[in-house]
């Protein structure tokens, strides 16, 4: 399974961007996808989570009703999965990475359970 991560950039407080991860891989379709940032200086931080078919999604409280996470299956071997970021903060600021796992954890997010891993996208949230 492979991920990669678009859609960071500058923005300024208050504004909005989509982040999207596409995933490529046999079953992909198949896997829980969870965004994860970190900021400078600080550990990796769970964001949201949503399972292999869209039903059910979990939100870090820091995002919650500012973050949406969505995927779009599109057949057994890709999938597109967004994160639709509005109102943001410089907080927010980070470098955002896609991850995928075969179970969906919710709020039980754990780093090690992780199958694999994008490269990340930056975010930087500043006037």
């Known amino acids: 399974v492979q991920l990669v991560e678009s859609g960071g950039g500058l923005v300024q407080p208050g504004g909005s961007l989509r982040l999207s991860c596409a995933a490529s891989g046999r079953t992909v379709n198949n896997y829980a996808m969870t965004w994860v940032r970190q900021a400078p200086g600080k550990e990796r931080e769970f964001v949201a989570t949503?399972?292999?078919?869209?039903?059910?999604?979990?939100?870090?409280l820091t995002v919650k009703d500012r973050f949406t996470i969505s995927r779009d299956n599109t057949d057994n071997a890709k999938c597109t999965v967004y994160l639709q970021m509005n109102n943001l903060q410089p907080e927010d600021t980070a470098e955002y990475y896609c991850?995928?796992?075969?179970?969906?954890?919710?709020?039980?997010?754990?780093?090690?359970?992780?199958?694999?891993w994008g490269k990340g996208t930056l975010v930087t949230v500043s006037s």
């Open positions: 991850a995928a796992s075969w179970t969906y954890l919710g709020s039980g997010f754990n780093a090690g359970a992780m199958d694999y």
């Open positions: 949503i399972s292999w078919n869209g039903r059910s999604t979990f939100y870090a």
